[in-house]
């Protein structure tokens, strides 16, 4: 069965500190991976997603997550966080279905 | 854009009342999803839809039912609900492609139950 770990619960970062997000999941097939933010008080929403190519992708804010197939890894990545990257993240991934197996979440508070 | 809208923000509800959580999306997805969010727990699937009147069981079906009867509706039942399902409920939905395309979620409700 698929799963999928992130590693960090909870993660306290000062404004301009760089962030590094691990996800692993398990499954041998070909994969589509997801990392997913909500905001407080807001919807769930898209960051980024993997499907094929270029192994690094680059999402919205600035975020960027890098696919390593020999590692079953997809970790979120962003130089430099603002307080407004408070939120909780959640990767998640799919193989051969329209289900999504998701992480279960980590909750980032970034201080001024 | 896509929306997916959801009934209600906040419910409280009794125990052993029978609880209906509406979720209405305007994309003509094919792919309707109910989850929970639980602190620690991340989002578990409950129900999943893939066309009008189908249905299939997610992880943690038990104690929840559900209902599509029209392409752009789904919605989640409790039948007799207890104080372990106060939580956050996610509907979402998604084209239908070969393989898992972007979910939309809904804004969530909030049950509890006393």
């Known amino acids: 069965a698929q799963s999928v770990s992130q590693h960090n619960h909870h993660v306290i970062l000062s404004e301009a500190a760089s962030l590094e997000l691990g996800c692993n999941y398990s499954y041998g097939g070909t994969v589509n991976l997801f990392w997913y933010v909500q905001y407080p008080g807001q919807h769930l929403q898209l960051l980024l997603k993997y499907f094929s190519g270029d192994p690094l992708v680059k999402g919205i804010k600035g975020f960027e997550a890098e696919f390593i197939k020999s590692k079953f890894s997809f970790n979120l990545r962003k130089p430099s966080v603002q307080w407004s990257d408070t939120a909780e993240y959640f990767c998640?991934?799919?193989?051969?279905?329209?289900?999504?197996?998701f992480g279960t979440g980590t909750r980032l508070q970034v201080f001024p | 854009d896509v929306k997916v809208t959801q009934s209600s923000r906040y419910l409280v509800k009794r125990t052993g009342e029978k609880v209906f959580l509406e979720c209405v999306q305007d994309m003509d997805h094919e792919n309707m999803f109910w989850y929970r969010q639980d602190p620690g727990l991340g989002l578990r699937l409950i129900y999943f839809?893939?066309?009008?009147?189908?249905?299939e069981k997610g992880d943690i079906p038990e104690g929840y039912s559900v209902s599509r009867e029209k392409k752009e509706r789904f919605s989640l039942i409790l039948e007799s609900a207890s104080t372990n399902q106060t939580s956050m409920y996610l509907c979402a939905s998604s084209p239908r492609l070969a393989g898992a395309d972007t979910q939309y979620f809904g804004p969530g409700t909030r049950l509890t139950v006393l």
């Open positions: 998640a991934v799919n193989g051969n279905t329209d289900k999504l197996i």
């Open positions: 839809s893939y066309d009008v009147k189908m249905k």
